[in-house]
């Protein structure tokens, strides 16, 4: 089973829908990362969340650390929003090598 | 711009070569990192450095090394290539190297074994 599970696999939406990505987790962890790649395979860092909440323009994080569960939300979703995101995790110290641990990506497209 | 380059952006090359990847991080970044994101495997860990010293292993082949140089720009190494090698090669650069320290992602050297 990998330690980091996300859901969908791919989501497909309308111009304006409310996205939400799921990813959960089974290791003790130091930090949680969101990640974006474009079709152009470059990675953008979205967040990094210990605890808590954390919003940017129209992109939400929340991450629930006793259930080791984080959302990522897109609100007023957008053409350019299609992308691959990917949820990593940093593992504890002494819980694995320092590097990210990532999940399989969730491929969302947004149509017009 | 995350401010980390790699060059080259796109490698070809035949099984049986070696080829040297490379990176400069983020101005002020004392560790770098390298991730492989293969079709098959997904983005994975293959090893880290702080401030010149190799600081953790992930899925590195015995075939790959890397190091960091003085001025903190890191070289990975791919020897003997494979055709299953075939994969983009990210590298991430941050400030403290430790796990709860922000990233900053390079745009990737795409390479192709033939």
């Known amino acids: 089973k990998n330690e980091v599970e996300q859901s969908p696999q791919n989501l497909t939406a309308q111009e304006g829908e409310f996205i939400t990505i799921n990813c959960s987790y089974s290791?003790?962890?130091?930090?949680l990362h969101w990640l974006q790649q474009h079709p152009g395979g470059g990675i953008v860092s979205l967040f990094m969340?210990?605890?808590g909440k954390k919003k940017h323009g129209r992109l939400i994080a929340t991450i629930n650390i006793q259930e080791k569960h984080s959302s990522l939300h897109i609100t007023a979703s957008h053409p350019r929003d299609s992308a691959v995101y990917i949820c990593?995790?940093?593992?504890?110290?002494?819980?694995?090598?320092?590097?990210?641990?990532f999940g399989k990506g969730t491929h969302l497209i947004i149509q017009p | 711009d995350s401010g980390v380059t790699q060059t080259p952006k796109h490698l070809i090359t035949a099984t049986g070569q070696r080829v040297t990847l490379r990176c400069s991080p983020r101005s002020g970044d004392l560790s770098v990192y390298w991730y492989q994101q293969s079709l098959d495997q997904g983005l994975q860990f293959l090893i880290q450095?702080?401030?010149?010293?190799?600081?953790a292993k992930g899925n590195i082949l015995e075939r790959f090394s890397a190091q960091q140089f003085p001025d903190l720009h890191s070289e990975l190494n791919l020897s003997s290539l494979e055709l299953g090698d075939s994969a983009l090669y990210f590298c991430?650069?941050?400030?403290?190297?430790?796990?709860?320290?922000?990233?900053?992602f390079g745009n990737g050297t795409r390479l192709t074994v033939t």
């Open positions: 990593a995790v940093s593992k504890k110290p002494g819980g694995g090598a320092d590097g990210l641990t």
């Open positions: 290791v003790g962890i130091s930090a």
């Open positions: 969340l210990s605890s």
């Open positions: 991430a650069s941050s400030a403290r190297g430790s796990g709860n320290s922000p990233l900053h």
């Open positions: 450095y702080y401030n010149g010293e190799e600081r």
